[in-house]
């Protein structure tokens, strides 16, 4: 179960500096977002997602799905540690990696297996460190 929010009534600073952040450089985006209730994790708490800004973010790079998909399929394929892997960390990983790059660099550079090794090095630190910021 989820709840549809304007993203304006999240009241921590971080996160609406960061909603700035993103909407001054992919352009506007809805005022969003859904409030997801962790019910089997735990039931009183929920996980904030701004889908509309993730989708804004991979727009028109398609080459950033396919990292991502690479990133799943070997999870799936492997055994433990990836296999314990949520999507969700897996695409925050991938697109904090495309935030910390010029808006253009993924456009200019399509290296297949370069950015796959830095995006999956990535994932593999933020693991080990026991931290993945989102988005």
Known sequence: PAILLPSSSIK?????????FIQERYGEVKDQCLAICLHKAEPNR??????????????E??????????????????????NVLPSHVIKSVVMQKVLSE???????????EENFRECFAE?????????????
Do not use: A, T
Request: charged letters at 40%; glycine letters at 2%; aromatic letters at 14%.
């Open 12 to 20: 921590y600073r971080k996160c609406q500096e960061r909603l700035q």
């Open 46 to 59: 929920f996980q904030i997602d701004f889908h509309e800004i993730e989708k804004k973010i991979l727009e």
């Open 61 to 82: 790079k398609h080459f950033i799905k396919m990292i991502i998909r690479l990133i799943k399929y070997l999870r799936n394929v492997w055994s433990e540690p990836l």
């Open 102 to 112: 010029d808006k253009d660099y993924w456009r200019r550079n399509q290296n297949l």
């Open 123 to 135: 994932l593999v630190e933020s693991v080990e460190r026991g931290f993945v910021r989102d988005v």
